[in-house]
């Protein structure tokens, strides 16, 4: 499996971005995609996730109303849009699939990671 993150970049707060995740190397039926965030010092946490199969998602409460994560279930593509970015969303993200599907919200249930990319919101 191999994941790999683009479109991280410096913004100015209020601004958008979006994030996508390519994904190879086996087919994802029935696996959870998720993104997560870590700065300097801190534990990686969670943004959100997406079932493969069924589209659903789930957000950590500073993502909802903001970010949206998808797939393109044909290109084997992740996104994650975020709007309204403001300076704590700051850090460098990453893409991760998890083949149980459980415990979405946890790192350590992702068993796969990508090398990340940097987000930069300035105030």
């Known amino acids: 499996v191999e994941l790999v993150e683009s479109g991280g970049g410096l913004v100015q707060a209020g601004g958008s971005l979006r994030l996508s995740c390519a994904a190879s190397?086996?087919?994802?039926?029935?696996?959870?995609m998720g993104w997560f965030r870590q700065t300097p010092g801190k534990e990686r946490e969670f943004v959100a996730a997406?079932?493969?199969?069924?589209?659903?998602?789930t957000y950590a409460d500073s993502a909802k109303g903001r970010f949206t994560i998808s797939r393109d279930y044909g290109k084997n593509v992740v996104y994650l849009q975020m709007n309204s970015l403001k300076p704590e969303d700051a850090g460098d993200y990453y893409c991760?699939?998890?083949?149980?599907?459980?415990?979405?919200?946890?790192?350590?249930?992702?068993?796969?990671w990508g090398r990340g990319t940097q987000v930069t919101v300035a105030s």
């Open positions: 991760a699939a998890n083949r149980n599907g459980d415990n979405r919200s946890s790192p350590t249930a992702y068993g796969y």
């Open positions: 190397g086996r087919t994802f039926n029935n696996w959870v």
């Open positions: 997406i079932t493969w199969n069924r589209g659903t998602t």
